[in-house]
């Protein structure tokens, strides 16, 4: 006797996994301490890694927007990660599993500076929303 498994592909967006996993939505580190960009081990590149945090759990076609808590749009980070992004189905750390980064640099290109930050992510296939917040300490 032979076993056969089948796999079925969801081909429709299941309304209710997405309220949950908007819910799940975090930033980390959280709060992102940095130091000052000045210091030799920082602007050394063989020294020490790019400054980013990451956003987890983002819908696959979405959008994220940043502000201040002045509610001046600091960035937008536009996101469209299918599973075709995906190097393998069991590949947890694509960005097609719901991760984001972000540099900590505004729209002009520039360094962010300390202090509390908002952000809106919006998915694109149903409209649903989350807000949350998150802290920059130099």
Do not use: C
């Not at 908007?22 to 030799?40: G, H, L, R």
């Amino acid at each position: 006797d032979s076993v056969v498994f089948t796999v079925n592909k969801k081909t429709e967006i299941d309304q209710d996994d997405l309220s949950e996993t908007m819910d799940s939505i975090k930033v980390v580190p959280n709060p992102y301490v940095a130091t000052n960009s000045f210091e030799p081990v920082v602007s050394n590149w063989q020294l020490n890694q790019k400054r980013r945090i990451m956003f987890t759990h983002i819908p696959a076609r979405s959008e994220i927007t940043i502000f201040t808590v002045s509610g001046v749009v600091v960035d937008k980070i536009a996101v469209d990660n299918s599973t075709s992004n995906r190097s393998t189905d069991w590949d947890l750390n694509s960005e097609a599993k719901g991760s984001v980064f972000w540099d900590l640099k505004s729209k002009e290109g520039l360094e962010v500076g300390p202090g509390y930050y908002f952000y809106h992510v919006k998915s694109l296939e149903t409209g649903k929303e989350k807000i949350g917040k998150f802290a920059i300490l130099k």
